[in-house]
């Protein structure tokens, strides 16, 4: 048997990623496209080599948080667009620290975004493309029944201390931590896994002294230069001094 894992059929076509099996049945082959979507889809478009950088940020940051205790899907990274992950069943829901208030939590509560809050904050939502992705709270997603008040404890430390950590990277190389959204999913044995991407599509990453966005609001609001601001990040973390 080869030392990799090898691409069978296609199981899940995201917005950006596509999630193939392989010949082990544990084991799946993420590919990072180019392909854009903001808004639940309503404006789409695509970002070159937007898959790479997020295919090498993601991999980068998955070994760090592994360095540092995190369980997460992430095996290794197999190609410039693809990774091989720990096959999960993902609990639909997104697990949102937030260091500094933007996006959806500045425009629901009418607080300018940039503003520091004094208390830790962390959103739920329930992962729901048809319903747009509702913020829920803890009650809601037992209710639901996609999870329990026990694994929702576990979700909230795992997700302070993973917030804490990229905060604590992305200081090191002058990028302010906005916000970021993280999914977990139940590995083979039933243990809760880290698992999507962390990459600027789905983290909020401000320049420290300019406050130029180097995310995936650049897309979102037509701020241009795209590519170039993901491009940066990854070039940023992987400088070593
Ligand atoms: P907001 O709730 O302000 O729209 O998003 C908060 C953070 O979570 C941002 O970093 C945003 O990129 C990320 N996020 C929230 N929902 C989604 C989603 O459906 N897809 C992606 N890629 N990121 C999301």
Redesign the pocket.
């Known amino acids: 048997m080869s030392d990799r894992a090898e691409k069978r059929d296609l199981l899940y076509a995201g917005?950006?990623k596509r999630v193939y099996s392989t010949e082990r049945p544990d084991e799946v082959i993420i590919h990072y496209s180019d392909d854009a979507t903001a808004y639940?889809a309503q404006k789409r478009g695509a970002i070159a080599d937007k898959g790479v950088f997020n295919n090498a940020i993601s991999a980068y940051l998955f070994q760090l948080l592994a360095r540092n205790g995190i369980a997460t899907h992430f095996i290794e990274k197999l190609s410039d667009r693809e990774q091989c992950c720990k096959r999960v069943a993902i609990i639909p829901l997104?697990v949102?620290p937030?260091n500094w208030i933007?996006?959806?939590?500045?425009r629901r509560l009418g607080i300018k975004e940039g503003t520091r809050p004094p208390n830790s904050i962390c959103?739920l939502?329930y992962?729901d493309d048809a319903l747009g992705?509702p913020l829920i709270n803890e009650d809601h997603a037992v209710a639901l029944g996609v999870t329990t008040y026990a694994e929702l404890k576990q979700i909230y430390a795992r997700a302070r201390r993973i917030n804490a950590l990229l905060q604590a990277e992305f200081d090191r190389v002058g990028i302010v931590l906005?916000?970021?959204?993280l999914e977990f999913g139940k590995g083979a044995r039933g243990d809760l896994l880290l698992a999507d991407e962390i990459s600027p599509?789905?983290?909020?990453l401000w320049d420290r002294l300019t406050l130029k966005k180097l995310?995936?609001?650049r897309f979102r609001r037509d701020l241009g230069a795209v590519g170039e601001a993901y491009a940066e990040v990854l070039q940023r973390l992987e400088r070593t001094d």
């Open positions: 917005k950006a639940n997104e949102i937030r933007a996006g959806s939590m500045a959103d939502c992962k992705d906005v916000d970021c959204k599509d789905t983290c909020r995310d995936k609001d």
